[in-house]
């Protein structure tokens, strides 16, 4: 028998699969439906059909970036920002955050223009950055923009609702090159090139004043600030007066006495980082600075919305991870034993909470 069929369940299975594509799961639904075949003596017959529709799930959504912005008043060569720098650049490197940044902004009323232009254009969800020298600047922007997480190095405190603070607390492992510098000496005078008498400098010069007059009562440290936070010209000036003077160790705690130091054929100690690739017959070693646990710390409390104004001075130290002394690359080898063991010692103490040393942040005396 010859039949013209006339499909009319089109609307309904269009209908099916709209239902199905909109359920909570992606499991397989029969839906049944009637089509309707019309033959030639014109009776009408109704034949189930039954359809499978799978609904296609939507991609699941993966962890959400956090939108962050490094703000520093130096270039990023200059040790302290560089510190800060590397811990947010590991950070995109897992993939945690989107980083973007701009260096060398300085001292000049432009810290305050660059926060606000990127409060408002980029929105990012933290901000970090150094303070010192732009205090004014950088929490009057932040109370303008209360959503924005605020972490800057400051020598003053946190602010409701949104600065954060923090510091380089490397006191600890100053005080442990001051060891290794009052055995080396041979003319019992080691030098000190730093930044500024502030008490964020004061403590770590006090600190390796501390060890190395602990093992060598006779030593005299030689202190010089440049009145700079970056300034190697002047800095290697100030390393080569002290030379001349008599010092034998240097302990640079600003950029540029290093090269001094390698000139003069003499030993040296780097500062906030790990700087022996600079002269790696000169620096022995030196205190670091590892911003990691703090960068952390607040990736975590923004992207958990548990985010709040507070002092974060413990994750700079050693009990958080946040200071160590940089490796030895090899020195451990050429120094006497017992002088390496004293240090080692003197850091597993620290690291175990059993030896503290003094936070002095007095101007050193000289």
């Known amino acids: 028998m010859k039949a013209t069929y006339r499909i009319l369940f089109a609307a309904l299975l269009t209908a099916a699969l709209v239902l199905a594509a909109c359920g909570p799961a992606p499991t397989p639904q029969t839906v049944t439906v009637k089509e309707t075949v019309v033959v030639e003596q014109k009776s009408t017959v109704e034949v189930p059909v039954q359809v499978v529709v799978t609904a296609t799930p939507e991609p699941a959504a993966g962890p959400v970036k956090l939108k962050v912005f490094g703000a520093f008043a130096t270039p990023i060569e200059e040790p302290w920002d560089g510190v800060i720098h590397a811990a947010l650049l590991e950070a995109q490197n897992k993939g945690q955050i989107d980083y973007k940044w701009q260096d060398n902004i300085g001292y000049a009323g432009d810290m305050e223009k660059v926060l606000r232009e990127t409060a408002e254009k980029d929105k990012p969800d933290a901000i970090f950055g150094d303070a010192f020298g732009n ?12 959503k924005i997480a605020f972490v800057f190095g400051s020598g003053s405190g946190p602010a409701e609702p949104n600065v954060s603070v923090f510091d380089n607390w490397i006191h600890e492992p100053a005080y442990l090159t001051g060891l290794i510098a009052g055995k080396l000496t041979k003319t019992n005078v080691v030098g000190v090139v730093a930044a500024m008498p502030v008490p964020e400098v004061n403590r770590l010069v006090n600190a390796f004043t501390q060890g190395a007059k602990e093992v060598n009562p006779k030593v005299k440290v030689k202190v010089t600030f ?21 010092a034998d160790v240097l302990y640079a705690e600003r950029f540029g006495v290093i090269e001094a130091a390698q000139e003069k054929k003499l030993v040296a100690f780097g500062n906030m980082s790990d700087q022996n690739s600079l002269a790696p017959d000169t620096v022995i070693t030196g205190p670091v600075w590892n911003m990691g646990p703090t960068v952390q710390y ?3 409390q923004v992207a958990g919305g548990t985010y709040t104004a507070q002092d974060l001075k413990d994750f700079s130290m050693y009990g958080k991870g946040g ?14 034993a017992d002088l390496v063991k004293l240090v080692q010692d003197k850091e597993a103490a620290i690291e175990a909470g059993l030896f503290r040393v003094d936070i002095n942040e007095n101007a050193p005396t000289q």
């Open 226 to 246: 440049i009145n700079s936070w970056f300034d190697p010209p002047t800095a290697k000036e100030a390393a080569l007066a002290q030379i001349a003077a008599g």
């Open 135 to 146: 205090e004014e600047a950088v929490r009057k922007v932040a109370a303008e923009f209360p």
């Open 323 to 336: 200071a160590s002394l940089a490796d030895w690359h090899g020195w451990d080898a050429k120094l006497p």
């Open 298 to 300: 607040v990736i975590a």
